[in-house]
């Protein structure tokens, strides 16, 4: 449990793992208008923590300007049922005991 916290803990790592695999590859500027709340500098340290512990893959192109796209490497993508799950679990969390 705790090496997985280590690496996807916090609280936006998830979510921006949720939004990468909505859509592969996924762009810098994308990710900033799907996560409007995020500051540009905490998503950046949180894509640059996601790369270094391999669960992102960051391409950049030499292009003006430039363009930065991330996706999920394998070990990335081997999340995505932690992730179902756990949506389905808040989804039946907010039926159950806070409903609207």
């Not at 990468?20 to 709340?37: A, D, T």
């Not at 995020?38 to 363009?67: F, H, M």
Request: hydrophobic letters at 40%; a positive charge; proline letters at 6%.
């Amino acid at each position: 449990m705790n090496i997985a916290l280590d690496i996807i803990g916090g609280k936006w790592k998830l979510m921006l793992l949720n939004r990468i695999r909505e859509e592969c590859p996924m762009r810098f500027g994308v990710l900033r208008r799907k996560l409007p709340h995020i500051t540009q500098a905490t998503l950046t340290a949180q894509l640059k923590q996601l790369e270094r512990d391999g669960i992102l893959v960051r391409q950049a192109y030499a292009e003006s300007p430039p363009r930065v796209e991330y996706k999920l490497t394998e070990i990335g993508k081997s999340l995505i049922p932690i992730m179902d799950s756990l949506c389905a679990w808040g989804e039946d969390y907010q039926r159950q005991v806070r409903p609207r």
